[in-house]
């Protein structure tokens, strides 16, 4: 049987050949507090949605943390519309669409693809399905709508949460 790299290299994770350290490059640290100036954007739409104090206080939870330049490509004039709305509802489904309830480390995602033949599927807290699946050594993920967005950082902890950055903003519905 003909296996594709990217089932080959599944396979090799599954059954657990490959280190941790060997399935993804050094990461470079960020810096995850308001204060971060990769994603500024993401921290002005959780203080405009109220959703700070909830984050910081309960969980833990899992958040999949769109860079200021995954907001720049997802679409400034709509976001600007969703941040200057008086009913905020759609933001924070947007933005609940990037987070799952627990601690969803990169290794549990990866056992979850092994587990599911090369695809998962998550939960998020807005309460739609959120799918993973491998492209060579990124995990990529995919919302309903056929998005994607790439896990670009890792495991970033911070308190109660587990930040993974991705490249692009997912939507729960189309937008």
Do not use: W
């Not at 969980?59 to 941040?83: D, Q, R, V, Y």
């Amino acid at each position: 049987m003909k296996m594709t790299p990217t089932i080959s290299l599944l396979a090799l994770l599954c059954m657990g050949t490959l280190s941790s350290s060997a399935q993804y490059q050094k990461k470079e640290t960020l810096s995850v507090t308001a204060e971060s100036e990769r994603h500024s954007t993401l921290f002005a739409a959780v203080k405009a949605v109220e959703m700070d104090d909830i984050l910081e206080g309960s969980g833990p939870f899992t958040i999949f943390a769109p860079s200021n330049a995954a907001f720049e490509k997802f679409s400034s004039a709509k976001l600007k519309e969703l941040m200057s709305a008086k009913d905020k509802s759609e933001l924070k489904s947007l933005l609940t669409y990037h987070i799952v309830a627990g601690n969803l480390t990169a290794s549990r995602i990866l056992r979850a693809l092994c587990r599911g033949k090369g695809r998962a599927s998550f939960t998020t807290v807005q309460g739609k399905k959120l799918t993973a699946h491998m492209e060579g050594y990124d995990i990529v993920l995919t919302d309903p709508v056929g998005n994607t967005a790439r896990i670009t950082h890792a495991d970033l902890s911070h308190g109660n949460r587990v930040i993974h950055e991705i490249d692009s903003v997912i939507l729960p519905a189309q937008m």
